[in-house]
């Protein structure tokens, strides 16, 4: 009679005797240990395989990631509120940052500073608000209104919501519009921006972008 169990490599089959008067205890034991083992060797493979594919640098998904900051001037004035944008030649990620009210910006890539990928970037500057994330506060407003128990009162206040959240979309794109005029806005695509950068590993990566018309 064979016991058929699962284990990590796939389904294996046990032989389990039966004899009259003889205890099976031993023969279950035995099929459970060599059951542990095998558990326990595929999760230490499985381990081993994360500690060689980080030390492959896979922790950067396989991108060559060095940190990048600088300034972005437009006639030798600090331009706050815009959107720098690293487009690598060969990788395919994209780097970007906003600036602050001194022009300067840091970029990220994957996570918040880690900069952009190593290599020839072709760089773009354009003017763009910071779309504030209202999510939470939105999902909030529609649980409040979820309690509401007359069903007309409920939709009218989902109803609100909904307008409220239309009527912010609009203002973004309408800001948005009025920013770009700031800048010329031949930087805004990479076909016509006319910069570029560098991207080096043991460097500061330091750059600066003085605009004009």
Known sequence: MLSRLRTVSGWRQYPIRKSRGVNMQPTAQR?????????????????????LLVAAGCGNRGVAIAPVAGTVLYKGVPVEGAWVQFIPEDAPVIAGGFTDEMGHFELTTYSEGD???????????SMKP???DDSQEIELKRAEAAKVADPEDRAKKLGEI?????????RF??????????????YASPKTSGLSFTVA???ENECEFNLTD
Request: aromatic letters at 0%; glycine letters at 10%.
């Open 130 to 132: 910071r779309a504030a």
């Open 173 to 186: 794109e309408q800001d948005a519009q009025n920013a770009q005029d700031k800048i010329p806005k031949k």
């Open 31 to 51: 099929v459970l240990r060599r059951l542990a083992i095998e558990l326990n060797c595929g999760a230490l493979g499985l381990a081993t395989c994360g500690v």
């Open 115 to 125: 900069g952009a990928p190593v290599g020839e970037h072709t760089v773009t500057i």
């Open 201 to 203: 590993v043991g460097t």
């Open 162 to 170: 909904a307008d409220s959240r239309k009527q912010r979309i609009i």
